[in-house]
């Protein structure tokens, strides 16, 4: 039986608020997209007292577009075991939503053998604790996205730079190819920077001040520049697509950097 031209209206009317209700219901979910961070010192959120100490978490969001949100879960000191056995992934995985993402970068703890409380091995345990994240992120329906860890600044003789994280970038990488989960190799990617800039200009990089000689933390420099690296691998591996990032090839001002008051204890 067919419809009469006015039912074929009516039920035409009655289809677009529901057209335009699943429509909203899309864009909202794209809107509000989040991109959480899991990881150590280097990525971490920097709080006054440490300026200017900043950790590259901080600078992603210039690089980012507006609606595309920015969730810091990375804390100073600690593991791919010890952020687990704190608590922290968990906290991350109660928030964390259908198309979100979780990008996880740790080794410069994982590597302390002394310290069995964040110690892993690299081709065992390590793997053993990414595969939470990877796990954890995929059953909520969230994008894991693994990053080897940036390097440090570290030079030989004749002016090289020099690796420093052992065998974990080799073991992420060959998880990330076993999981099929997008690798963002910021170990390789910071050596050839630190290399290109030479021994002299990767200070001007890391947090050397009139006290202090640190060659594994940022300025705002390094952080931009580490963040930088990060938007472009996110981009390249098509985590995000070009409509999620900007400003890849724009000078960033430092000023854009800030440090918060410590939150209260």
Do not use: C
């Not at 335009?20 to 219901?25: E, M, Q, R, S, Y």
């Not at 440490?50 to 879960?73: C, N, Q, Y």
């Not at 930088?228 to 890849?248: F, H, I, Q, Y």
């Amino acid at each position: 039986m067919s419809l009469s031209r006015r039912q074929v209206s009516l039920a035409a009317v009655a289809a677009v608020p529901l057209a335009l209700a699943v429509t909203g219901t899309a864009q909202a979910a794209q809107r509000h997209r989040t991109l959480y961070i899991a990881g150590d010192s280097t990525a971490a959120q920097k709080y006054a007292p440490a300026a200017p100490e900043t950790g590259w978490g901080m600078a992603i969001p210039f690089f980012l577009r507006k609606d595309l949100l920015v969730s810091h879960h990375a804390v100073n000191g600690r593991s791919s075991k010890s952020f687990v056995d704190e608590g922290r992934l968990d906290a991350i995985l109660q928030a964390i939503r259908p198309g979100d993402f979780l990008l996880i970068q740790f080794a410069h703890n994982d590597q302390k053998v002394a310290d069995p409380a964040r110690y892993t091995e690299p081709w065992t345990t390590y793997q053993d604790y990414l595969r939470l994240y990877i796990d954890g992120a995929r059953a909520r329906g969230a994008r894991p996205v693994l990053a080897t860890a940036v390097e440090r600044r570290r030079f030989d003789a004749g002016g090289n730079a020099v690796p420093t994280h052992g065998d974990y970038p080799a073991a992420m990488r060959a998880l990330a190819e076993e999981e099929r989960v997008a690798l963002l190799d910021l170990q390789a990617l910071s050596l050839a920077l630190w290399q290109r800039l030479g021994v002299e200009v990767t200070k001007k990089y890391f947090n050397w001040t009139a006290t202090e000689q640190d060659n594994t933390h940022f300025n705002p420099p390094g952080a931009i520049a580490v963040a930088r690296l990060v938007a472009r691998e996110l981009l390249r591996t098509r985590v995000l697509g070009p409509r999620d990032v900007r400003r890849l090839d724009e000078e960033i001002p430092e000023s854009w950097i800030t440090w918060p008051a410590a939150p209260a204890a």
